[in-house]
């Protein structure tokens, strides 16, 4: 166990001094990447990468030799719009949606629901995020509640039953 815990710290210190090396960015632009690592119901550990740094094709999973989450962790798109990290919960008659968005103020905040898909958009001085969530059920376009605190966004759902399909005669 102590030699993963080294190679990891070796990895850590390269990245770092990569970053370093990247933020000589005159908008004093700062630099984030992480991840987070939890157990799913199946057993295996998944992990998910989160910032804008470019993407690093699942170094966290591959350190932790697990699947990778989301549709494309850690993604930095040419016009510097980030991924940011967002968790989603089922609490059984509602789902709640979680997304860091530091650095930009609530007005800037664009959020749209529509079958079992969330977006999220906002943009700030030195900030632009974009996620397009998927969630674990039906979701109905108007959230129950909605807060923007610390730089965080809660967005709270009742799920919605599965639409019915068209009969076409």
């Not at 804008?52 to 094709?57: A, K």
């Not at 749209?112 to 397009?132: I, L, M, T, W």
């Not at 674990?136 to 966004?153: C, I, R, S, T």
Request: glycine content about 10%.
């Amino acid at each position: 166990m102590t030699g993963l815990f080294d190679d990891m710290f070796a990895q850590f210190e390269e990245e770092m001094g990569r970053m370093m090396t990247l933020n000589d960015d005159p908008k004093g632009r700062s630099l984030v990447w992480g991840y987070s690592a939890y157990t799913g119901p199946d057993g295996k550990t998944h992990v998910n990468e989160y910032g804008n740094m470019p993407r690093h094709n699942g170094q966290a999973a591959r350190m932790l030799e697990a699947p990778t989450c989301g549709p494309d962790s850690a993604q930095t798109e040419a016009d510097g719009t980030v991924e940011p990290y967002y968790d989603v919960l089922d609490k059984g008659e509602t789902i709640d949606v979680v997304v860091e968005l530091p650095g930009v103020e609530k007005e800037m905040i664009k959020v749209q629901s529509r079958g079992r898909h969330v977006g999220v958009n906002a943009e700030g001085p030195y900030h632009k995020y974009a996620a397009y969530i998927q969630v674990p059920d039906y979701v109905g376009g108007k959230p129950e509640k909605a807060e923007y605190k610390n730089g965080v966004l809660a967005i709270t759902y009742m799920k919605e039953e599965a639409p019915e399909d068209v009969n076409v005669e």
